[in-house]
């Protein structure tokens, strides 16, 4: 069986086995649609509506690549370090590469269906178009923010010295970045805090996903796309360093 | 180590070889973590069609070198070939040809047992049908549960049998019935004489001296990460102890006791009881009834016991207790 050929069936396999978790497949796609809909409830409240949901349709997409990419990768990666599944793959003809590829394009999947149904959402429930002519960006974030931030959960699983640890280190890592990376809360782009998100790759993923909802509103820019890309590509080095196939004692 | 380590991981020929190159080979294996060392120079040959036993307390060494024969540790020095691979190497085509069942390895517990099986199949060339190997664990009637719900004894069969799933040359088992009651214990041990009987080579570990018995061609008796004794069970008994033991209880009323019978001098120890160590064991139970006959006396719970592995296991362990590092 080629290696190609290997990869989907593990991919199908992940799959079925992921479907058959409630809880985690529960959080995975509940939780951004929860945030969606009290981010709208708040701000309509305050009377800024139609601008609250013109945000927060993209700001929840970026939201759902980065947890069903990174936060899960890392957690189910460090657990299924933990309970020796790594190990046992690793004793067998299947490459470890093609495993971890095989992780990593379920994740995908999994973000894809979840872009889809935020952007469903948002245009069902507040009215906000869906990006058809902005399609291939859209598409070309995808793939290189689903592999980049990929590539970081296994740099960051690398990092967790056990399955328990996971999800405080992994929200340590990541939710305060929600906050000033324009996925939470829009800040003015020349404050302090929006300097600091610039320095990590949500802001620039949000940016990106600004801008296929609406050009007008934020032109594209290719900076941010290589932002992510650094980024993805550093997750891979520490990875390579830091990743092991044996629970940690 | 690395997991891009594995990118130049090569599809290689099987090493074909005389036959009777043994399938693992051995010499003056060494591996240290730091400034323990766990193996200390280990020479063995494992022949085709043998079943062969690691013995010895926690911390021996054994699982350390199970894992540098599996590709999961690297040796600090010393040969090391498996089925004519370098185990260090982690060439695919050895990974092809070995099973491995670990000591405990967590399995995709959202799975059915029948999902496991064609999932793990599917990374080897020449797989086992599903249906034989829920056969030879015994795991027919649980082929469509979850391996969550399966119960520990199941799960170990399960274990077994993704170790099987390639159909493998070479089975190595580490602790493999740890947790098995009684009848399951039996079941795989027949399984394991099964596969033998086909030309499949078994290394196992294990701390029971019966599985040892029953189940090894020969073994290694491995203490601080040397081997204290090898060779077929027999003989390892035999070299550690030749003395067998004649146990009798006397009656209250018994007369005076010769103190040796045949030069094995008599111990008397509380309620009557008399025990006699002897490399001849012949002459010393003639004697000893002969005495009895003459005397009147009534030899109750005459035994005579050879040492057991277990016995012989003890010996050569000493007092090396449980846990050591």
């Known amino acids: ?27 995975t796609f509940a939780v951004p649609l929860i945030f969606m809909v009290l981010f709208n409830l708040i701000l309509t409240g305050n009377g800024s509506g139609q601008d609250a949901a013109r945000f927060y349709t993209p700001a929840i997409v970026c939201f759902s690549i980065v947890n069903a990419c990174y936060t899960s990768i890392a957690m189910t990666v460090s657990l299924a370090r933990d309970e020796g599944i790594l190990k046992r793959i690793r004793g067998t003809p299947l490459p470890g590469w093609a495993y971890l590829v095989a992780r990593m394009l379920q994740a995908v999947l999994v973000a894809l269906l979840l872009v889809l149904i935020v952007a469903v959402v948002g245009l069902v429930a507040f009215g906000v178009p869906l990006p058809v002519g902005q399609l291939p960006l859209l598409v070309v974030a995808m793939v290189v923010s689903g592999a980049s931030f990929c590539a970081l959960g296994l740099a960051v699983a690398g990092l967790i010295p056990n399955a328990a640890a996971a999800p405080a280190i992994v ?79 | 180590m690395p997991f891009v380590a594995t990118l130049g991981d090569a599809v290689t020929m099987p090493a074909v070889g005389p036959s ?100 793990y199949r599917g990374y080897y060339p020449r797989p086992r049908p599903v249906e034989e190997l829920l056969d030879i664990v015994g795991l027919t009637d649980q082929a469509d549960m979850r391996v969550r719900r399966l119960s520990g004894g ?56 019966d599985e040892a018995q029953v189940l090894a061609d020969r073994l290694a008796v491995l203490v601080h990460g040397e081997i204290v004794a090898m060779g077929t069970p027999a003989a390892v008994v035999g070299g550690a102890s030749a003395v067998t033991v004649i146990r009798v209880l006397l009656p209250g009323d018994t007369p005076s006791v010769p103190g040796s019978f045949s030069g094995a001098v008599a111990t008397r120890s509380g309620a009557g009881s008399l025990e006699l160590h002897t490399d001849r064991p012949t002459e010393a139970v003639h004697e000893l009834t002969g005495w009895a006959l003459a005397a009147g006396v009534a030899l109750e719970e005459l035994t005579v016991s050879r040492p057991s592995l277990e016995d012989a296991y003890l010996a050569l362990v000493g007092d090396t207790g449980e846990g050591h590092p």
């Open chain 2, 154 to 209: 199941q799960r170990r069969r399960l274990d077994l049998a993704v170790a099987l799933c390639g159909d493998p040359e070479l089975l190595v088992l580490d602790e493999p019935t740890t947790g098995f009651d009684p009848g399951a214990r039996r079941q795989a041990w027949d399984m394991v004489k099964r596969l033998t009987g086909s030309g499949r080579t078994v290394l196992l570990t294990t701390h029971f001296m």
């Open chain 1, 171 to 249: 929200n340590a890592t990541v939710l305060p970045l929600y906050f000033i990376s324009d996925v939470f809360v829009q800040l003015d782009d020349s404050s302090v805090l929006a300097r600091i998100g610039d320095l990590f790759p949500i802001r620039h993923l949000a940016n990106v996903l600004q801008a296929v909802w609406d050009p007008t509103v934020r032109p594209f820019d290719p900076i941010d796309l290589v932002w992510i890309a650094a980024w993805g590509a550093l997750g891979l080095i520490v990875a390579t360093r830091t990743f092991t196939w044996e629970p940690r004692s």
């Open chain 2, 20 to 119: 009777t190159e043994p399938v693992i080979r051995l010499r003056g294996l060494r591996k240290s973590y730091g400034d323990l060392e766990a193996v200390k120079g280990i020479d063995l040959d494992v022949q085709v069609g043998e079943v062969f036993a690691l013995l010895g307390p926690n911390g021996a060494g054994k699982t350390t070198t199970l894992e540098i024969l599996e590709g999961y540790r690297f040796r600090t020095s010393g040969d090391a070939s498996v089925l004519g691979h370098d185990p260090g190497r982690r060439d695919r085509g050895l990974q092809e040809r070995i099973g491995i069942c670990l000591q405990s390895t967590g399995i995709e517990r959202y799975l059915t047992v029948v999902e496991v099986l064609r999932l």
């Open chain 1, 1 to 27: 069986m080629t290696v190609s050929s290997l990869i989907a069936r593990q991919v199908r396999y992940e799959n079925t086995a992921f479907w058959r978790n409630p809880a985690a497949a529960f959080f």
